[in-house]
């Protein structure tokens, strides 16, 4: 099994095959590889899935496929072939009439995609009159009749519609109707609902699901999420450094993968038994190889746990690892039995003995405009923290996370309510607030880009912060307190005299981290501060905000739209809905039946590679629109488990399930709890695990 | 105080964020370098850039090159053409046109940049404050900037130097002020954009004054546009003091400034074009000069 066997020999028929292809992006007159003999194929019908950390080509994969490749890059070896067409070689001509009739594209961000001075039913109807010859008033009926076949309510108002009138997984829709127009060969989606909020992103998938029983296209599908991959695609191939390092099954390749990087790539994501407190994640250490650097040997080599003298040396050819699969590594053999790096935490976070309340915010709610244009972005919020404790606050997009943040922060101020912190009343607005209050209370931001000022040096901003937080101090101290700072966030020496922009995502998250923490705070809130990040990268920082929480028992607030982070790293968790807390109760219980209806959905919707699910619950519509909340039970509009009448008029009242766990519905718990239990335990549903059917 | 975490694998992880090797050398002032690199390679720029350089040698040392006075009455020949001995001819009272448009970038680029000067930074300090405070006197400043904005900017200058006398300080206060507004709305703009990011929220948790993150923070981050207001500015005060010199309102006689002598050729336009002719091409270049610097600059920094 360990003699090389060159790629070549794999069946190369297909709809796709690209073969050794690489790519070189020309910058300065320099040429910088970002493909290397890159092959793989993709059957008549067959959803074949990219995966990758960004920076790794695997949208160059895609540009090259659509022949759309910026101008400054260069096809220096390798050929892609659209089953007998070589489209390295194609004229213009040949590519236009290939682009709409035998292949498309869906890409990630379907606002500025579409035309946004254009009705949809124009966009659509364009293609089937450009491409498909049919006359304006034929091209709007197959353009209505395709919004129905994505499944767009109302079609005939919908032509009508401009993009900026859809929601987002509306406007995904409609990409989805232009590129299937024309009954393409083949689909390429780059990151089609990376941006979506988790419960129209998994809308989005069984859409796709759906479409590939009735459309025959091959699906070429791109993405950095490996659980999103591992359900929609039979086979993957994993991307590193521009080198398709891995393929194989998706069953497989996560489960039992073959090369060290695919097992780093699972390995960091908190799975669903992984907790803070029993277990470390096992980030991979170092980072990309920058772009054009040459390197000799193995591309993983620098980063591996198992390299050896001959990695660093020879350039691994594929080897066959398994049937259907490839391995460019020389010891995949040996990849299973590759140990878990990163120990268990040496001591638990202190939990139990509580010291009361440190934090309490009671009926906190938050108004912008006034009269009929009234928004209320937070409604009668209630929530408690003690010294030490994670709460994690999960919602989607325009739940009021956020707000509540900023208004306990004090940068925005709250409409009404009280914020109690450490037994003083605070002030609304941070300004207002005594400075060791101020001190206490910090926050980290999601952007990394913007989160640091980009004209000032780690150094001088750790150094300001440390002379506003830690209180007096000459400035030798202050000198002391930011080499502690940076060691504490493993920031080197020579970091801390570089600007924000010669800084990865990662260490500008390490220098907000420090920044937060230059006063011994007892409260951070942390506003989904690794959502912008790889999640190797995401592994270090929740490492370093587990470590953090355990030596100085600060307590987070911990924002996120990714369950799985939350579930790793907080104590409690509460839900929220259109400005209100919808559950709050300890973490445990909020995953697990009786819970509300909406969490429900939301732990449905969430992809992962480490086990087969069962039937999504499936919310109808989208948020409805905060200005106007609907009446009685906000949620009522897209409940599963609507009752009738009495959730459209009657506000919900709190139910008490076990201590401490509450939600808000007219389902009580002794209901809720049996009929949730089933749905999740009863067989797999029609929508999971879509496989592949062509079509007549 | 935080002991330091024992690193996954020490060294590795921690080099991981750098860029790369390359980008390293630059390090702090690698942006700027980067600017300047840019600028180099823009042709638009760097013409500009000769042009005006040009000119502000010229001002400096004209005294070294000019071969009369540009202010005696040289030769008894009035309103020559250009010959050997009077290189660009002589004016009405037989002084030489030559010396004098060499003599006359030393006003005009006296008054245009003290003018900038004051316009720009009356626009930075009014354009901090307003859109980082927002609110009613944001509002109110805004629409005084409207009204002001609504005059042609020659006929405020004209009303105000017919109030307060004719100088060149004058017509360096009132372009300055004039200009004030109008720097002050683009500050505010870039200042709107800077005050909601992340950085800005962090600076005010940590308790930093306002006046700190105003000027420490916020400043050094809206360098570029404030920049490109700085050379459009220019050539609008070249432009308008000369207009205000033409029109008899700012340098007086027998200044060789070059809005005035234009505004004296002007009557033997039709028998001796020189005297207006010269002056104007030398401060046609001049504008262009300013203006290519700006498009330069624009250009580079939207980058």
């Known amino acids: 099994m360990s003699t090389p066997q060159p790629l070549a020999s794999l069946p190369q028929s297909g709809a796709l095959a690209i073969e050794h292809l690489t790519i070189s992006y020309l910058r300065r007159d320099r040429a910088l590889p970002v493909l290397t003999d890159v092959s793989f194929h993709i059957e008549p019908g067959e959803a074949y899935g990219l995966v990758g950390e960004s920076g790794c080509g695997k949208t160059t994969v895609a540009m090259a496929v659509m022949c759309y490749l910026p101008a400054n890059a260069r096809i220096e070896a390798g050929r892609i072939r659209l089953q007998e067409v070589d489209l390295t070689t194609a004229g213009e001509a040949q590519l236009r009439s290939l682009r709409g009739n035998r292949m498309a594209m869906v890409y990630q961000d379907a606002g500025s995609a579409l035309n946004p001075s254009l009705t949809i039913g124009r966009q659509i109807a364009e293609v089937y009159r450009f491409h498909g010859g049919l006359d304006a008033a034929a091209a709007t009926d197959a353009a209505a009749a395709m919004l129905e076949t994505v499944q767009i309510a109302d079609p005939a108002r919908m032509l009508r519609r401009y993009p900026h009138e859809l929601s987002g997984g509306q406007q995904q829709r409609v990409m989805f109707a232009m590129a299937l127009a024309t009954n393409p060969d083949l689909l390429v989606l780059d990151e089609p609902t990376t941006g979506l909020d988790t419960t129209v992103e998994a809308e989005v998938l069984d859409l796709v699901a759906r479409l590939r029983s009735k459309f025959s296209a091959s699906i070429l599908f791109i993405s950095h999420n490996l659980g999103i991959v591992a359900r929609m695609c039979e086979r993957v191939g994993v991307l590193y ?131 009929a244009n009234q928004v209320v972005a937070l409604d009668d919020v209630s929530i408690e923290l ?108 020579h970091h801390l005299d570089l600007k924000p922009s010669f800084l990865s995502g990662g260490l500008k998250q390490r220098v907000a981290i420090a920044r937060a923490f230059a006063g011994s705070p007892a409260l951070v809130l942390c506003d989904e501060p690794t959502s912008a990040l790889d999640v190797s990268v995401q592994a270090t920082i929740l490492n370093l905000l587990v470590d953090l929480q355990t030596k100085q028992r600060v307590a987070y607030l911990f924002i996120s739209h990714d ?115 089933e749905a999740t335990s009863s067989p797999a549903g029609d929508n999971n695990r879509p496989r592949a059917e062509t079509s007549p | 105080m935080p002991a330091p975490l024992p690193a996954e694998r020490p060294g590795e992880i921690l080099d991981a964020g750098l860029k790369s090797a390359s980008e390293l050398s630059g390090l702090a002032s690698g942006r700027a370098r980067e600017v300047l690199r840019a600028l180099w390679r823009s042709k638009t720029f760097v013409i500009g850039a000769a042009i005006v350089l040009f000119w502000v040698l010229d001002a400096i040392f004209w005294p070294l090159f000019v071969p009369y006075d540009p202010e005696g009455l040289v030769s008894p020949a009035t309103l020559q053409p250009p010959s050997a001995e009077h290189l660009f001819g002589t004016d009405d009272l037989g002084r030489d046109i030559f010396s004098r448009t060499l003599a006359g970038a030393r006003p005009t680029l006296t008054v245009a940049p003290l003018a900038t000067a004051i316009g720009v930074a009356g626009g930075i300090l009014v354009g901090l404050f307003t859109g980082f405070y927002r609110g009613l006197a944001d509002d109110i400043a805004m629409r005084v900037v409207d009204a002001l904005l609504a005059f042609p900017l020659i006929i405020i200058a004209v009303l105000v130097i017919s109030i307060l006398g004719p100088s060149i300080t004058n017509v360096i206060l009132v372009i300055g002020i004039v200009f004030t507004p109008i720097v002050a709305r683009t500050v505010r703009s870039a200042v709107l954009v800077e005050r909601q990011r992340e950085y800005v929220a962090a600076a005010r948790l940590l308790g930093n004054s306002d006046l700190y993150i105003m000027f420490v923070e916020i400043l050094p981050n809206i360098t570029g546009p404030i920049a490109v207001e700085i050379t459009i500015r220019l050539g609008y005060a070249i432009f308008t003091s000369a207009t205000l010199s033409f029109l008899a309102l700012g340098i007086q006689q027998p200044s060789p400034d070059w809005g005035l002598t234009i505004s004296i050729g002007r009557v033997f336009l039709q028998t001796a074009p020189s005297e207006v002719l010269f002056p104007a091409a030398a401060l046609a270049t001049l504008i262009v000069g300013v203006n290519l610097i700006a498009d330069g600059l624009r250009q580079v920094l939207e980058e």
Not at chain 1, 462 to 480: F, H, I, Q, W, Y
């Open chain 1, 241 to 371: 450094a521009g080198r398709l390092i891995e393929e194989g099954p998706s069953r497989e390749i996560f489960s039992d993968p073959r090369h060290p990087y695919t097992l780093g790539l699972t390995r960091c994501v908190p799975n669903r038994i992984m907790r803070k407190d029993a277990n470390r994640l096992d980030p991979i250490p170092g980072s990309l190889p920058p772009l054009g650097l040459a390197v000799q040997g193995c591309v993983y080599a620098p980063r591996c746990p198992i390299a050896r003298a001959r990695c660093r040396e020879e350039d691994p050819p594929a080897f066959i690892s398994g049937p259907r699969r490839v391995s460019r590594c020389f010891y995949h053999d040996e990849v299973p039995s590759i140990p878990q790096s990163a120990e268990a935490l040496p001591s638990s976070p202190a939990n139990g003995a509580s010291e009361g309340d440190l934090l309490r915010v009671e009926r906190l709610s938050k108004r912008y405009g006034a009269g």
């Open chain 1, 386 to 493: 003690e010294a030490g404790e994670v709460l994690g606050l999960v919602g989607e997009s325009g739940s009021g996370k956020s707000t509540l943040a900023k208004c306990v922060v004090g940068l925005l101020d709250a409409s009404g309510g009280e914020i109690d912190f450490a037994g003083r009343k605070l002030a609304r607005l941070a300004d207002w607030r005594e400075p060791q209050l101020r001190r206490k209370l910090q926050m980290v931001f999601q952007n990394p880009d913007t989160t640091l000022n980009p004209s000032h040096t780690a150094r001088r901003i750790l150094t300001r912060a440390a002379r506003l937080l830690s209180a007096g101090g000459s400035a030798v101290d202050r000198e002391r307190r930011v080499t502690s700072l940076a060691a504490a966030v493993q920031l080197r020496p």
């Open chain 1, 563 to 677: 369950l799985g982070v939350v579930r790793y790293l907080a104590d409690r968790i509460a839900v929220m809905y259109l400005g209100q807390i919808i559950e709050i109760g300890p973490a445990q219980e909020v995953f697990s039946p009786p819970h509300h209806p909406y969490t429900e959905a939301l732990l449905s919707a969430m992809p992962a590679i480490d086990e087969s699910q069962g039937p999504r619950i499936k919310l109808s519509g989208t948020m409805p629109n905060p200005a106007n909340p609907p009446s009685g039970c906000r949620f009522h509009t897209r409940c599963p488990r609507f009752l009738g009448d009495i959730c459209r008029e009657r506000n919900p009242p709190w139910q008490e399930d076990r201590e401490g766990h509450r939600y808000r519905c007219h389902i009580a718990p002794a209901d809720l709890g049996p009929a949730q239990r």
